[in-house]
T-cell receptor
Framework: DAGVIQSPRHEVTEMGQEVTLRCKPISGHNSLFWYRQTMMRGLELLIYFNNNVPIDDSGMPEDRFSAKMPNASFSTLKIQPSEPRDSAVYFC????????????FGQGTRLTVV | AQSVTQLDSHVSVSEGTPVLLRCNYSSSYSPSLFWYVQHPNKGLQLLLKYTSAATLVKGINGFEAEFKKSETSFHLTKPSAHMSDAAEYFCVVTYSGNTPLVFGKGTRLSVIA
């Protein structure tokens, strides 16, 4: 398996534009997590899904952020409109296969909003 | 509620000397504990994990950690630091495979030649 795949790896956008980050979890995993990493706040959980259902989105900063998981193999995190303070590295992670005892992380998407 | 506290934001050691990165956890349930490492501009890599088996856990690159329930600690150690160990280290807690990982703030390890 290629692991958790995130795209794009880097994104530079102008303030006010819509940004969509994508994640493909490892096949068979039934939990998916979105994290954001900044220097000031470290790694924060934004939202997580079990079996494609959002369980806890209390970490989503505000209504500009939304996440979907239309099927077991794909998730998106959307920011509309984007602001400079959204600049961060966004990580997706998955786990939940029988016997799994760790979460597997993607390489992250580095978002810069100018 | 679950939480982890990494007691040092930055640790600096000389190459060849021991490494100690400290972590205390708070969990209402029997926890699973992890250490992840992040090299500059890279993703997160699992170093080792504790999931209620042996309390002394050995990981990759010579790292190990000991789960001490009485002290609610899970400190990371390595007998001899290498330059390539310079990175950010995160202590992480959860209590099942379908609940979120809760990250500590991270400890930046510097290794001096």
């Amino acid at each position: 398996d290629a692991g958790v795949i995130q795209s794009p790896r880097h994104e530079v956008t102008e303030m006010g534009q819509e940004v969509t980050l994508r994640c493909k979890p490892i096949s068979g995993h039934n939990s998916l997590f979105w994290y954001r990493q900044t220097m000031m706040r470290g790694l924060e959980l934004l939202i997580y899904f079990n079996n494609n259902v959002p369980i806890d989105d209390s970490g989503m900063p505000e209504d500009r952020f939304s996440a979907k998981m239309p099927n077991a193999s794909f998730s998106t995190l959307k920011i509309q409109p984007s602001e400079p303070r959204d600049s961060a590295v966004y990580f997706c992670a998955s786990w939940g296969s029988p016997g799994d005892t760790e979460a597997f992380f993607g390489q992250g998407t580095r978002l810069t909003v100018v | 509620a679950q939480s982890v506290t990494q007691l040092d934001s930055h640790v600096s050691v000389s190459e060849g000397t021991p490494v100690l990165l400290r972590c205390n956890y708070s969990s209402s349930y029997s926890p699973s504990l992890f250490w992840y490492v992040q090299h500059p501009n890279k993703g997160l890599q699992l170093l080792l994990k504790y999931t209620s088996a042996a309390t002394l856990v050995k990981g990759i690159n010579g790292f190990e950690a000991e789960f001490k329930k009485s002290e609610t600690s899970f400190h990371l150690t390595k007998p001899s630091a290498h330059m390539s160990d310079a990175a950010e280290y995160f202590c992480v807690v959860t209590y099942s495979g379908n609940t979120p990982l809760v990250f500590g703030k991270g400890t930046r390890l510097s290794v001096i030649a």
